[in-house]
């Protein structure tokens, strides 16, 4: 049986304060909850203040992307090695917004796992189809490309250490949710191409989230599906009322 996991990613949203604030929430919501992994993923500037609020507690750190390269001269990024030193636990890579703003491709995205396993941190590897793709027929191909590529050279003990965020790009922050058929669908596909990779006893232990619109209302059906091992959550993690009304439903 695998363990539900529901993750939050707040992407660019709150300053110090409100980070620590929803924080503090978070935890006096769910802070004890033990039969869900729990994640909250802030910006940055705001993980080792969010540590702090979670010592203690079963909620766990994450961050929303890091950089493959140990240390150097690269303006901007953040290493594996820093994220630990502040206290995180899992690394968000290859989320749709990065592979669409910000220059992040399949090579990119099987680095930074690479790097974050290194490190002894745990990755949560976003793949996903645009509308487009699903129209034209292209979505299993790019499923498999992002899957495949992100576990490029990645070994079946370390391919444990994953969880993949399985998300419609055209059901993110649009109030679109896939259907659970559709969303199940999906994963079984991606187990599919685990099975591929490392057999059927690894496939079945890797979590596969859904994330694209997830809300409490629509929480539990979708987390009742077979292959539908949490969410990676976006604006219904703003909120740690919204955040625990899908947690509760597991
Ligand atoms: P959303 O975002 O829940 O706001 O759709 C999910 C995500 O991008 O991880």
Same mark, same amino acid.
């Given at each position: 049986?695998?363990? +539900?996991?529901?993750?939050?990613?707040?992407?660019?949203?709150?300053?110090?304060?409100?980070?620590?604030?929803?924080?503090?929430?978070?935890?006096?919501?769910?802070?004890?909850?033990?039969?869900?992994?729990?994640?909250?993923?802030?910006? @940055?500037?705001?993980?080792?203040?969010?540590?702090?609020?979670?010592?203690?507690?079963?909620v766990k750190l994450g961050a929303q992307?890091?950089?493959?390269?140990?240390?150097?001269?690269?303006?901007?990024?953040?290493?594996?090695?820093?994220?630990?030193?502040?206290?995180?636990? @899992?690394?968000?890579?290859?989320?749709?917004?990065?592979?669409?703003?910000?220059?992040?491709?399949?090579?990119?995205?099987?680095?930074?796992?690479?790097?974050?396993?290194?490190?002894?941190?745990?990755?949560?590897?976003?793949?996903?189809?645009?509308?487009?793709?699903?129209?034209?027929?292209?979505?299993?191909?790019?499923?498999?490309?992002?899957?495949?590529?992100?576990?490029?050279?990645?070994?079946?003990?370390?391919?444990?250490?994953?969880?993949?965020? @399985?998300?419609?790009?055209?059901?993110?922050?649009?109030?679109?949710?896939?259907?659970?058929?559709?969303?199940?669908?999906?994963?079984?596909?991606?187990? +599919?191409?685990?099975?591929?990779?490392?057999?059927?006893?690894?496939?079945?232990?890797?979590?596969i989230q859904y994330g694209g619109s997830?809300?409490?209302?629509?929480?539990?059906?979708?987390?009742?599906?077979?292959?539908?091992?949490?969410?990676?959550?976006?604006?219904?993690?703003?909120?740690?009322?919204?955040?625990?009304?899908?947690?509760?439903?597991?």
């Amino acid at each position: 049986m695998r363990k +539900k996991f529901i993750a939050g990613n707040w992407k660019m949203n709150t300053t110090l304060d409100e980070a620590v604030a929803l924080a503090k929430d978070v935890v006096k919501t769910m802070g004890d909850t033990s039969d869900v992994d729990i994640a909250i993923c802030p910006p @940055y500037t705001s993980l080792y203040a969010v540590s702090e609020v979670l010592k203690g507690s079963t909620v766990k750190l994450g961050a929303q992307d890091v950089h493959w390269e140990a240390k150097g001269a690269f303006t901007g990024k953040v290493s594996c090695a820093m994220l630990k030193s502040v206290g995180v636990t @899992y690394v968000i890579i290859g989320h749709s917004e990065q592979r669409t703003y910000f220059h992040e491709t399949n090579e990119t995205v099987n680095k930074k796992v690479k790097a974050t396993l290194a490190a002894g941190l745990l990755p949560i590897i976003c793949v996903g189809e645009t509308l487009e793709e699903r129209k034209s027929g292209k979505m299993d191909a790019v499923i498999e490309s992002h899957t495949v590529g992100a576990f490029a050279g990645i070994s079946a003990e370390d391919a444990l250490k994953c969880t993949i965020a @399985y998300e419609p790009v055209w059901a993110i922050g649009t109030g679109e949710t896939a259907t659970p058929q559709q969303a199940n669908e999906a994963h079984i596909y991606i187990r +599919k191409l685990l099975t591929k990779l490392y057999g059927t006893s690894t496939a079945e232990q890797i979590r596969i989230q859904y994330g694209g619109s997830m809300k409490a209302d629509n929480a539990k059906a979708l987390l009742g599906q077979s292959d539908v091992d949490g969410g990676l959550i976006g604006g219904a993690s703003l909120k740690a009322s919204d955040f625990a009304g899908i947690v509760k439903p597991v």
